[in-house]
């Protein structure tokens, strides 16, 4: 029953927010090429949802699942803190990610501590979606560059 409840609050919670004229959150996928590998390098999948907070920052979840198609997957969620400093909440931003990053080779796990930072610019298609390409530094991975496309709500 609290499943139901809590499923029904949060579709309403969203249901009323699309209609709302200020687009707080947005959702957005895409592709990334990184070093998570030992040799060469990764292609990866990028799941992303934000909110936007006062003074054009917001806060969200990354997740992107890389895999060097010899035998090393990378999981890596991550929360961030995104600063759009030229106001607003579209145009160029630098973000903070604090997260895992879990290693499946072989069979086993290794978890490890994720830090790293990402710079992008979040190009507005009309008043609902958009389209962010993006660059990132940070620890185990080294770099990433990719692009996301989303919907705002």
Same mark, same amino acid.
């Given at each position: 029953?609290?499943?139901?409840?809590?499923?029904?609050?949060?579709?309403?919670?969203?249901?009323?927010?699309?209609?709302?004229?200020?687009?707080?959150?947005?959702?957005?996928?895409?592709?990334?090429?990184?070093?998570?590998?030992?040799?060469?390098?990764?292609?990866?999948?990028?799941?992303?949802?934000?909110?936007?907070?006062?003074?054009?920052?917001?806060?969200?979840?990354?997740?992107?699942?890389?895999?060097?198609?010899? +035998?090393?997957?990378? !999981?890596?969620?991550?929360?961030? %803190?995104?600063?759009? @400093? /030229? $106001? #607003?909440?579209? &145009?160029? *931003?630098?973000?903070?990610?604090? +997260?895992?990053?879990? !290693?499946?080779?072989?069979?086993? %796990?290794?978890?490890? @501590? /994720? $830090? #790293?930072?990402? &710079?992008? *610019?979040?190009?507005?298609?009309?008043?609902?979606?958009?389209?962010?390409?993006?660059?990132?530094?940070?620890?185990? @991975?080294?770099? #990433?560059?990719?692009?996301?496309?989303?919907?705002?709500?």
């Amino acid at each position: 029953m609290k499943k139901v409840i809590l499923l029904s609050a949060l579709i309403l919670a969203l249901s009323a927010s699309l209609y709302a004229k200020e687009k707080k959150a947005a959702i957005g996928i895409g592709l990334e090429w990184n070093m998570n590998a030992r040799e060469n390098f990764a292609g990866g999948a990028v799941f992303s949802f934000d909110y936007n907070l006062p003074r054009a920052f917001a806060l969200g979840v990354n997740v992107t699942a890389s895999s060097n198609f010899s +035998g090393i997957t990378v !999981i890596e969620p991550a929360a961030f %803190l995104r600063w759009y @400093f /030229l $106001g #607003g909440y579209n &145009g160029f *931003f630098i973000q903070a990610d604090l +997260g895992v990053y879990l !290693i499946l080779e072989d069979e086993d %796990l290794t978890p490890m @501590f /994720l $830090g #790293g930072f990402r &710079g992008g *610019f979040r190009f507005p298609l009309g008043n609902s979606f958009y389209v962010e390409p993006f660059g990132r530094i940070g620890y185990p @991975f080294a770099f #990433g560059i990719g692009a996301l496309a989303g919907i705002k709500f």
